[in-house]
């Protein structure tokens, strides 16, 4: 029952930073949080992940130290503040709940374009 959505996509220049946001229906209890990315004809990959209270985090390699993931509770919504983009950012990205087993519900994805 728990709903995603993210937003925050677009295109944007090498170099340059977007924060996508993705708010979730449930406001009775938080969960870990993920963003996973997809780009065309490739698998989905990892990209971050935030403990319930936001007091963890982990990054994959090719977005630490340019990615932060953070969370506001009181919204129960999850940001993904991208900086120093590349255009091997590009992809759509999809925020993702564990509810009740790892990552079962996902939101509908927002595009990420990185132009050179």
């Known amino acids: 029952q728990v709903q995603l959505a993210e937003s925050g996509g677009g295109l944007v220049q090498a170099g340059g930073s977007l924060r996508l946001s993705c708010a979730a229906t449930?406001?009775?209890?938080?969960?870990?949080m993920g963003w996973f990315r997809q780009a065309p004809g490739k698998e989905r990959e990892f990209v971050a992940a935030?403990?319930?209270?936001?007091?963890?985090?982990q990054f994959a390699e090719t977005v630490k130290d340019r990615f932060t993931i953070s969370r506001d509770n009181t919204r129960n919504t999850v940001y993904l503040q991208m900086n120093s983009l590349k255009p091997e950012d590009t992809g759509v990205y999809y925020c993702?709940?564990?509810?009740?087993?790892?990552?079962?519900?996902w939101g509908q994805g927002t595009q990420v374009t990185v132009s050179s």
């Open positions: 993702a709940a564990s509810v009740t087993r790892p990552y079962d519900y």
């Open positions: 449930e406001t009775t209890y938080y969960y870990p």
């Open positions: 935030c403990s319930a209270t936001g007091g963890t985090t």
